[in-house]
């Protein structure tokens, strides 16, 4: 579809007057249709296609063209015509092309379907519980990347880590014996490399929503399932927050003490993506 307005009235007159029986090639595939059905949602990109506000472009057959795959484009059609909806195995990818001809009603039917309502709501919500979600599953991809290309290895190992800093109270810094027997809880390093490995990602307590014991285990299964989405094959566990029954802690000064709160291993197998 073309984006240019008609230079005058003449122009504008010839272009609303579009048969009533519309010949459409999408992408190369042929459909014929009512220009009412075309024009069902006021507010589609469709509509406004044949809205006579823009010029539309027509093949060599005279047949009016929209640059898009139309492999998935009968059910749209079907929808518009009378509400059909398109089989569960294809939801997803008709769902992309409601959205790109903003058929927003189709939309909203298919994100509440039983096929995709985990998809678009339940792990939508998850992904909000963490405020970086986009970043920390690009970062743990980056860090497997360099992990594999530094080190050579054939599974790369990323850890994903949230801590909380928890300065200690300055009334236990007047007492060498509290001091001791809160140090006693934790087992300490004083750099998180040495803590976590070299390859981490770090993400503070206050970018979690909710408490990290209760959201980022579903957090993790749903950057693995995302990763595993785009072709990457990883597997992930919860290591904990303790080592040798003692809470891991990175700290350097009194006022640097950062708890660990929870820490998922992620396992990436670069040849099991290869055999695939």
Not at 9 to 14: C, Q, R, T, V
Not at 43 to 68: Q, T
Not at 153 to 182: C, E, G
Not at 210 to 239: F, K, W
């Amino acid at each position: 579809m073309s984006e240019e307005f008609p230079e005058n009235e003449d122009e504008l007159a010839n272009l609303n007057q579009f048969p009533s029986v519309i010949n459409l090639n999408v992408g190369g595939r042929k459909f014929a249709t009512r220009l009412r059905t075309l024009k069902r949602f006021p507010d589609s990109m469709l509509a406004a296609m044949f809205s006579g506000r823009h010029a539309v472009e027509r093949d060599c057959d005279n047949c009016f063209f929209i640059d898009r795959d139309g492999t998935y484009f009968e059910h749209i059609l079907n929808f518009l015509r009378d509400d059909t909806m398109p089989p569960v195995n294809v939801s997803q990818v008709v769902l992309t092309e409601a959205l790109y001809y903003g058929i927003d009603d189709l939309v909203d039917i298919l994100k509440s379907s039983p096929a995709l309502f985990a998809e678009f709501v339940v792990r939508d919500n998850i992904r909000k519980k963490l405020v970086c979600y986009n970043y920390v599953k690009e970062e743990l991809v980056r860090l497997a990347r360099l992990e594999a290309e530094e080190d050579e290895t054939i599974v790369s190992k990323v850890r994903l880590v949230t801590t909380k800093n928890q300065p200690i109270p300055r009334d236990l810094q007047f007492s060498k014996q509290a001091y001791k027997q809160y140090y006693r809880k934790f087992k300490t390093y004083d750099s998180f490399e040495k803590c976590y490995g070299k390859y981490y990602v770090h993400i503070p307590c206050e970018d979690v929503v909710g408490h990290p014991d209760d959201v980022m285990g579903q957090v993790a299964a749903c950057i693995q399932h995302d990763l595993a989405t785009s072709g990457y094959r990883c597997g992930h566990r919860n290591e904990g927050s303790y080592d040798d029954h003692k809470i891991r802690t990175v700290t350097w000064c009194d006022e640097e003490f950062h708890v660990c709160m929870s820490c998922h291993l992620f396992d990436f197998d670069w040849l099991a993506i290869d055999a695939t």
